[in-house]
């Protein structure tokens, strides 16, 4: 199995908990079932336009970003952080150019940026921060403007959809 499906498997566990959580049965299955789906689940996806897998893609990512933003509360409600005063979860400042940005994650004490990003089966950090890279300075040049402080900057990397059911070694599918 590859890695980005066991990731996946593990977002899919997170929905299951929700689930289950609002009184709703949760998908149950044995293996031979489970294996079933998977293959069924891997035709349809080939089959799908690609307008349909780049919608899931969309909401998948969506999904993913709420995930982390509710991660994210719980762990600075526990340490007793202030939303907006110590920490921002999709906190907007003023870029000098008259524009705005948005961040993911900002510790606003120990003026962190974490970017949270979708990866590509082998994509690292740092590939994404060349990807990423001019988004990546007007965080940094907004922070500046308003804080007068270079922060640090990370990635949170999530399984992109574009793995999904890529043949293994095929990397024009990826």
């Known amino acids: 199995m590859s890695v ?7 977002y899919f566990a997170d929905v299951r908990a929700q689930m289950e959580h609002l009184g709703f049965a949760g998908p149950e299955g044995d293996e031979s079932e489970l294996s079933q789906r998977q293959t069924d689940a891997e035709m ?18 969506k999904f993913g970003h709420e995930q982390f933003e ?13 939303r907006n005063v110590d920490f921002g979860i999709e906190y ?20 962190r940026i974490v970017d949270y990003k979708s990866a590509r089966p082998g994509q690292t950090a740092t590939d994404v921060a060349s990807d990423y890279r001019g988004q990546r300075q007007r ?7 308003n804080f007068g402080v ?6 949170e990397m999530y399984p992109s959809t574009t793995g999904l059911f890529a043949p293994e070694n095929d990397q024009e599918n990826i």
């Open 44 to 61: 349809d996806w080939h089959d799908a336009e690609g307008r349909l897998r780049s919608r899931f893609g969309l909401d998948f990512g």
């Open 92 to 111: 907007v400042l003023n870029h000098p150019d008259g524009g705005q940005v948005r961040y993911d994650y900002v510790d606003l004490r120990a003026h």
């Open 70 to 82: 509710r991660e994210l509360l719980e762990r600075e409600e526990a340490g007793e952080r202030i």
């Open 4 to 10: 980005e499906f066991e990731e996946f498997l593990r």
């Open 150 to 155: 270079v922060p640090s900057y990370t990635y």
């Open 139 to 145: 965080h940094i040049e907004a922070y500046v403007h």
